[in-house]
């Protein structure tokens, strides 16, 4: 008899005003747990303390501050391996990972592919594995980062490569942005009745204080207009705003991004 392995355990810590870490507990390392995107080291502490866990590893999925601003001190606790994409914005590393590497923690029970999906950041990258997408800022609920450095067709080309993993798979990004991403997918558009559902229940999650996350990338294909930049639907309402014709793909989604940009 075969047994499906069990979803990957995975906890949320809240830091600053809506950043999440995640913490993976490492399937063969009972007790020990792999941060994903330290931006501060004190509430990865207080669960670790709370919880009796020791942190394993540090998973960087780019260089911003509020993802890598709790690296040193976390290293305070004892070298853990600190792996990140190839950016000299990321200090503390020990292991660079680039696109199609395995990221082996086989001591841990983990192992996940590295894609690189640059547009947030021109370095950033994503770690996939165990039915898990760990996505940082490039993906998010009903959204995705702004381009800080990259350009519409990177990030469209990235986002769409997030969108051919398994629908199964779960979702985990930096930010607790869903809410204000649903008002925003909804005036793209309003008649999107999944939208409209999710939108009741991510509602009722935040009024109990409690997270919109982990998503799926089944639900994301349905109401995240960024992952839609070739439904018809969703190019005519991105045309009308932007006044013009958007016979590309990456065209649709940079006037979707200026758009959300300028959103309130």
């Not at 980062?145 to 990177?154: C, I, K, L, V, Y």
């Amino acid at each position: 008899m075969s047994h499906q392995p069990l979803p990957l355990a995975v906890r949320p810590v809240r830091a600053f005003s809506d950043n999440y870490i995640w913490l993976i507990e490492a399937p063969d390392g009972p007790g020990r747990v792999v941060a994903v995107d330290p931006g501060d080291a004190a509430p990865v502490v207080a669960e670790l303390r709370r919880s009796g866990a020791s942190l394993a590893a540090i998973l960087l999925t780019h260089h911003h501050a509020d993802h890598i601003g709790g690296v040193a001190a976390l290293l305070e606790l004892g070298k853990v391996p600190v792996i990140g994409p190839d950016d000299d914005r990321i200090p503390l590393r020990t292991r660079t990972v680039r696109d199609g590497d395995r990221c082996d923690m086989s001591d841990l029970g983990l192992s996940f592919d590295t894609l690189a999906v640059p547009g947030h950041t021109l370095s950033h990258v994503a770690f996939w594995g165990h039915g898990a997408l760990f996505c940082g800022d490039t993906l998010f609920s009903a959204g995705c980062g702004r381009m800080f450095e990259g350009t519409p067709a990177q990030m469209n080309s990235s986002l769409n490569r997030l969108r051919d993993l398994p629908p199964e798979t779960r979702m985990f990004c930096g930010h607790e942005y869903t809410a204000a991403n649903l008002k925003f997918a909804l005036a793209v558009d309003p008649a999107n009745a999944a939208a409209l559902a999710h939108r009741a229940e991510v509602d009722r999650l935040r009024a109990a204080d409690l997270p919109s996350l982990p998503s799926t990338l089944a639900l994301e294909i349905r109401i995240n207009p960024f992952l839609r930049c070739d439904n018809p639907t969703v190019r005519a309402a991105a045309e009308a705003h932007a006044g013009r014709s958007l016979p590309e793909e990456s065209a649709v989604f940079g006037a979707l991004r200026a758009w959300k940009d300028q959103f309130r």
